[in-house]
Structure formats: structure tokens, C-alpha cells
């Protein structure tokens, strides 16, 4: 049954409400809308529609029922659950692949207008694989590596070259469980073979290999990704951005970058920049070229130049619904198909750049980085030839400032400074009970429940038990809009210990560290929190959780599964792909069952969907207290920090004089 629900109800973000508020005035529907009037499929949505072949769709809603082929509902939930994870791993590492063909290119001198920007970082990650450094040029170093990476893909033996970089327990515990990735590729073929009709039947069976198909991004595609990326584009520091539709401007040519390959955004950063085009807008009667970004593009961009975000995923149509957008150029993924018949309201062009995606009614100008930079030109002043067209705009006036750019390499510097650089800090900070735990709170908007809502609940909550955040995709813009990213803003809300943790380190309390492919940068975090000693020996045992209150995309189920195969406890939001039936009993739920407790007896990391979001606060912070304990770490008391530090000298800070003496030095006297 349709649900009509607010724009308040649809949204905790007041620039989004004032867009749906919009969107109705001018009778145009929306995801949020479309949501209303579809409800999800109660059958499918359970994971109990079979339709792997043609004797089916088989919908299994009795007990004991099986489908034509005799599958039950728990092979039939395995099978949909590991090949929803082996799309996501898909998408992830084709995006790994082409940075790796970028790499190769730049490497050989093939591309127009890029160059490899952080060659500190370019000999750090060859050395972990023993490339050859010294006395090297970048271009050497560079092209061995891209053949290293080029060739994990197509791998058919052997293991995956970014799986050393894990603690070294894991390793072996991978090993011995047979789930260390041969080939990146392979994992994603073997998936989808073995559930073909007739394959794998035995679900437990199928869903060991959707934690190998797992680790082939988080230890293979997606880390390549995010190494690639900061070779070639820098590895990102702390820099100011703002984030929400107010950063689109009433003056200039809006050209929004939207999707999730860093390749072309960076040039169309540099290009904007270019006096050729600024001189080109200022001729088309506007100020300049203001560019933004939606989704895990906008990050990229971010976390690099400070190039405003526009919104997270929900934020594509409202970016739009304000008539100010010349163009929304996109690539791949997470952009919504409704975009085109959205924009033919408005005189917004949809640019589609990708060879793999077009769309149709959309402007296709295929990116290639052998011309990077006149294709980025070229796409600009497409826009800028639109600006002449534009109409009544409506903008809400709605945008925060946020200092992303915590990557790895940065938390590590800015715990110890250039000469001692370490995780000792953080982890000294976690062993006294300073902070609590660790929380990374990361994935999507969906539509199914209210924008940002859990996203920014759960943070809140958790702020206030002294866990220290760190966030990356659509969570962190999330979390930016609302403020929470910006140094001292959001303080007054976060518990004493974490509070003076965060004001001697001079951290917001929530940190930025990137795109959803750079959630391989908290692995690295973990691992090195591991190794720095005094949070156990493996990434299992450090008080970590992982959550996604918002989740939609496939891309965020494979994240789960290596995130679960690293150790960590992973909590999604909203609905269960695997409920099945309602009146089910939890355990002859065998794929329930398995991905929880099954997975956490091999390797200490489990999966479960919770949808209540005090439950997940409950989880996160019983499973935090779970692992201090069995570290033997004292217990977390949220007073025994509340009266120190800066807490403390802001309290005497409004004592008369005397009494201040008194309290500091123990005498009222001079
Ligand atoms: Ni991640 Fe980034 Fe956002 Fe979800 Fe989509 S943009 S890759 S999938 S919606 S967080």
C-alpha cells in the first residue's frame, strides 16, 4: 500500500525538505516519491524469489517449500546474497582495473594532462611488493606497478598481491580457510558459476565464497583504487569544503560531477580553473564556473581540492529540482536512470562520459585519457553554452563547512608529527578508556527511510559514548551537512574523553576519509592499530564496529563481506535481502544464522541487519565493551574523564580568580 509521507518525514536535511517541498509545487516525482507509491516486494525483498532460471521465478513463502528444481529457501537466500556481493565486488574493482589501465598510461606518457602527484606514496606502496625503488624515475616505478595491479585482475592462481598488507594472524587464518583470493576476476566469474541452476547447493558452501569474492575488493580492487588514485592525484589532508545545494551558485555555470571514478572529475577541476574557460564564462554573462560533486565522485574531489559537495546520493534529482545546474556530468555508478526525465523540466544536460554507461536522452561525450583535459573542455563549455538558457532557479540557502582529507598516511602524521608519526596516540587513547571504541559509520541514503536520518542518529548517539567516527561515501556527506566535520563544531555534543582527545590532536570528532572504495583506507587503519601494539594481534580484537544504517547498493553488501572477513562486527540498517519469512525461528534460519554467529566463530567478524537504531547503538557499543574486556582493558566509565582537560579548564574558567588559583595551584595566594 502506497505511503504519502512529508518532506520532513522523507528528509532530516532541511535543504532536501525545502527541494521535495519543491518538487511537489511543481507536480514532478522523485526517488522519494517513487518509494512511496512502490512498496518494496515483500517476497523478493526477503530473499525468497528464486529466478536464477527459466522454470521459475520460484517464490518460496511456505515453510518447507522448495522450487522447481528443489532449491530451498536457504540456498536460494545464499545464492541471492553472494551475487549481489559479487556485483558490488564488480563494480568496485572495474573501477580499480581503469585506474590501474590510468596508471599505465601516465606511466608511459600516453595522457593528456596528468601526472603522478604523490611519488612519496608511489614508492611506499611499490616497496610493500618489492619493486625495485631506488635510483628508479617515478615512470619506472609506476609502470611496474600498474603491470603488478593490471595483472591481479586477470589472475588465475596464487593470491592476490594486496592480501600482505594485512595483519599477519589474518593472513594465515585466510590461508588455512582456503579464502584468500586467487584473482579478482576469478572470485567474481566463480560466483556467479556456482550459482547457476544446478551448481552449489550447500549454503554455507556458497557463502564461504562470498567472503573470498569479498576480500577480492577489499584486499584487491578497491584497494588498488584508492592507491591508484592518491599516486595519481595526491593522497588527500585535511582542507576546508562545504557541503549541501547551497553551493550552488546563482552566478555562475553549476557543472555538478556525479558518480564515483575520479579520473575525469580531476580534470574537470583543473579545467574549470583554466583561464581559457573562466574567460569563456565570464563571455557567457556569469561569474565563473562553480563545479560540485554528488555522491562518491564529490568525495574524491573533496577529500583532494576542497571542491564543495553538493549532497549525498538522495541529493542527484534536488541538485537538479533547483534549476541552477547547466550540467550534471556523469560516469558510473549510483546514478539514478529518472535523471534525464527530471532534467527535461529544466534545461539541466545530463552528460554521460562512461564507455560502459549511457542513458538514454542523454548527451554522451565518451571520456579518454588520452585527451583528458579537451574532453574536460569540451564538456565545460557544453555547460557554459547552457547557462543562457537557465530559468527561475531555486536554491536553498542551506550549506555547512567540513574539513575532509583523513586519509591514513594523515591520521598517522597528525597523532605524531613528521618525525614520530603513529597510531600510539589513538591506541593509548582506546587502552585508558579515553575513547570508548572505534566506529565506522559508511554506505547510502535509501529513499525507504528518512534521508540521513540514521546516518546522522546513530553518529550522535555514539559521539556522546566517546567513539571516535570515522565515515567515508554517502555517510560522511551525511554527517558533513549536518556540521559534525568541522574541528570544535559538534563538541559540546561528544563524551569528556573523546572531546580532549580531539582538542589536543586538533580532530573533528568525526572523521572524513573518502570515497566507499577508500573504506580499504580503515582496513589499513586497523591494521596498523593492530601492529602499533595494545589492541591484540589481530584486526578482531580491536573495539571496532562497522556500520551502514542507510544502505541500498550491492557495492555496500561486498563491502560487508570483507569487512566481516577482516574481523570486524558489520551492522546494516534498515531491511534484511535475507528476512525470509516472517514467522521464520531465528535459527532454522541457516543463511541468518550463518553470516552472524557462523561467521564470527571463523572469523570473528559478523554480518546482521538491525533496523532499530537504538538496537545498533546497543550492539555497537556492547560488542565495543565485548572486545576491551577480552583485552582486559579497564572498563569504560563515562566520569572518569568528564572533569579533565579542556572540560575541566572551561569549567574553571568561570570560577572568580581565588577559587581558579585555589582549584589549579591548591592556594588562593599570588
Ligand atoms: Ni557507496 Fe558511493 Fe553513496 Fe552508496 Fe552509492 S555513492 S560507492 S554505493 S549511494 S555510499
Given at each position: 500500500?502506497?505511503?504519502?509521507?512529508?518532506?520532513?518525514?522523507?528528509?532530516?536535511?532541511?535543504?532536501?525538505?525545502?527541494?521535495?517541498?519543491?518538487?511537489?509545487?511543481?507536480?514532478?516525482?522523485?526517488?522519494?516519491?517513487?518509494?512511496?507509491?512502490?512498496?518494496?516486494?515483500?517476497?523478493?525483498?526477503?530473499?525468497m524469489c528464486c529466478k536464477q532460471c527459466g522454470m521459475g521465478p520460484c517464490r518460496l513463502t511456505k515453510e518447507g517449500q522448495v522450487g522447481v528444481c528443489g532449491a530451498t529457501l536457504d540456498t536460494i537466500q545464499a545464492r541471492n546474497l553472494i551475487r549481489a556481493i559479487a556485483a558490488g565486488v564488480a563494480a568496485h574493482s572495474d573501477h580499480g582495473r581503469d585506474m590501474a589501465f590510468t596508471l599505465k598510461a601516465v606511466a608511459n606518457g600516453e595522457t593528456e594532462g596528468y601526472t603522478i602527484r604523490d611519488v612519496a606514496k608511489l614508492r611506499i606502496v611499490a616497496s610493500k611488493y618489492n619493486i625495485p625503488v631506488e635510483k628508479r624515475s617515478p615512470q619506472e616505478i609506476a609502470n611496474e606497478l600498474a603491470d603488478l595491479y593490471i595483472s591481479q585482475f586477470g589472475q588465475q592462481k596464487g593470491e592476490v598481491a594486496p592480501v600482505i598488507r594485512a595483519p599477519k594472524k589474518r593472513q594465515q587464518l585466510w590461508r588455512q580457510l582456503k579464502v584468500v583470493p586467487r584473482g579478482i576476476d576469478r572470485e567474481v566469474v566463480e560466483a556467479l558459476h556456482r550459482t547457476h541452476i544446478g551448481d552449489d547447493q550447500d549454503p554455507e558452501h556458497i557463502l564461504q565464497h562470498a567472503i573470498r569474492t569479498g576480500l577480492a575488493d577489499g584486499w584487491g580492487g578497491s584497494m588498488i583504487a584508492t592507491d591508484i588514485s592518491d599516486i595519481l592525484f595526491g593522497t588527500p589532508a585535511p582542507i576546508l569544503g562545504q557541503a549541501n545545494l547551497g553551493v550552488l551558485k546563482d552566478d555562475m555555470v553549476n557543472v555538478v560531477v556525479h558518480g564515483h571514478e575520479p579520473t575525469l572529475s580531476q580534470m574537470i577541476?583543473?579545467?574549470?580553473?583554466?583561464?581559457?574557460?573562466?574567460?569563456?564564462?565570464?563571455?557567457?554573462?556569469?561569474?565563473?564556473?562553480?563545479?560540485?560533486?554528488?555522491?562518491?565522485?564529490?568525495n574524491e574531489i573533496l577529500m583532494r581540492q576542497g571542491i564543495p559537495a553538493a549532497g549525498n546520493f538522495l541529493h542527484q534529482e534536488l541538485a537538479i529540482l533547483t534549476g541552477s545546474v547547466e550540467a550534471m556530468v556523469v560516469d558510473v555508478q549510483c546514478i539514478m536512470q529518472a535523471l534525464v526525465g527530471l532534467a527535461a523540466n529544466f534545461h539541466t544536460k545530463i552528460i554521460t562520459t562512461s564507455p560502459k554507461v549511457r542513458i538514454t536522452?542523454?548527451?554522451?561525450?565518451?571520456?579518454?585519457?588520452?585527451?583528458?583535459?579537451?574532453?574536460?573542455?569540451?564538456?565545460?563549455?557544453?555547460?557554459?553554452?547552457?547557462?543562457?538558457n537557465r530559468g527561475k532557479?531555486?536554491?536553498?540557502?542551506?550549506?555547512?563547512?567540513?574539513?575532509?582529507g583523513f586519509s591514513h598516511e594523515y591520521i598517522n602524521y597528525m597523532l605524531g608529527g613528521s618525525y614520530r608519526a603513529s597510531f600510539r596516540p589513538l591506541n593509548d587513547a582506546i587502552m585508558a578508556g579515553r575513547i570508548r571504541g572505534v566506529a565506522a559509520i559508511v554506505g547510502c541514503n535509501n529513499p525507504r527511510s528518512s534521508q540521513d536520518y540514521l546516518h546522522n542518529y546513530v553518529v550522535k548517539e555514539l559521539l556522546k559514548q566517546d567513539v571516535l567516527i570515522v565515515q567515508t561515501g554517502c555517510g560522511a556527506i551525511s554527517s558533513a551537512k549536518l556540521g559534525l566535520m568541522l574541528g570544535e563544531a559538534g563538541l559540546t555534543e561528544v563524551g569528556a574523553g573523546l572531546r580532549e582527545v580531539c582538542e589536543t590532536v586538533g580532530i573533528p570528532p568525526v572523521l572524513h576519509m573518502g570515497s566507499c572504495v577508500d573504506n580499504t583506507r580503515i582496513l589499513t587503519v586497523l591494521t596498523q592499530m593492530v601492529e602499533e601494539g595494545g589492541l591484540g594481534d589481530d584486526i578482531d580484537q580491536v573495539p571496532?564496529?562497522?556500520?551502514?544504517?542507510?544502505?541500498?547498493?550491492?557495492?555496500?553488501?561486498?563491502?560487508?563481506?570483507?569487512?566481516?572477513?577482516?574481523?570486524?562486527?558489520?551492522?546494516?540498517?534498515?531491511?534484511?535481502?535475507?528476512?525470509?519469512?516472517?514467522?521464520?525461528?531465528?535459527?532454522?534460519?541457516?543463511?541468518?544464522?550463518?553470516?552472524?554467529?557462523?561467521?564470527?566463530?571463523?572469523?570473528g567478524g559478523k554480518l546482521e541487519f538491525i533496523a532499530e537504531p537504538d538496537e545498533m547503538i546497543k550492539a555497537t557499543l556492547a560488542h565495543i565493551d565485548k572486545k576491551r574486556a577480552a583485552l582486559g582493558l579497564p572498563v569504560y566509565d563515562p566520569a572518569k574523564f568528564g572533569r579533565s582537560g579542556d572540560a575541566r579548564m572551561l569549567e574553571l574558567e568561570k570560577l572568580p580568580l581565588a577559587e581558579r588559583r585555589q582549584a589549579i595551584y591548591g592556594t588562593a595566594a599570588d
Open positions: 500500500m502506497a505511503t504519502k509521507r512529508t518532506a520532513q518525514q522523507q528528509s532530516s536535511d532541511p535543504a532536501a525538505q525545502e527541494m521535495l517541498i519543491r518538487a511537489e509545487e511543481l507536480g514532478i516525482g522523485t526517488a522519494f516519491t517513487r518509494a512511496d507509491n512502490m512498496a518494496p516486494c515483500n517476497i523478493g525483498g526477503a530473499g577541476v583543473a579545467a574549470s580553473q583554466d583561464p581559457e574557460i573562466i574567460e569563456y564564462a565570464k563571455a557567457a554573462g556569469a561569474k565563473g564556473v562553480q563545479l560540485s560533486g554528488i555522491c562518491c565522485t564529490a536522452g542523454a548527451t554522451h561525450i565518451e571520456f579518454d585519457e588520452h585527451k583528458a583535459l579537451t574532453i574536460a573542455k569540451q564538456i565545460l563549455k557544453e555547460a557554459i553554452d547552457n547557462y543562457k532557479t531555486h536554491i536553498p540557502q542551506i550549506r555547512e563547512d567540513l574539513i575532509p571496532a564496529v562497522g556500520l551502514a544504517p542507510e544502505w541500498m547498493s550491492e557495492k555496500a553488501l561486498a563491502i560487508a563481506a570483507y569487512c566481516v572477513a577482516s574481523g570486524a562486527y558489520v551492522i546494516f540498517g534498515g531491511a534484511s535481502p535475507i528476512s525470509g519469512m516472517p514467522d521464520r525461528v531465528a535459527d532454522s534460519d541457516k543463511v541468518l544464522h550463518y553470516i552472524s554467529q557462523g561467521w564470527e566463530k571463523l572469523y
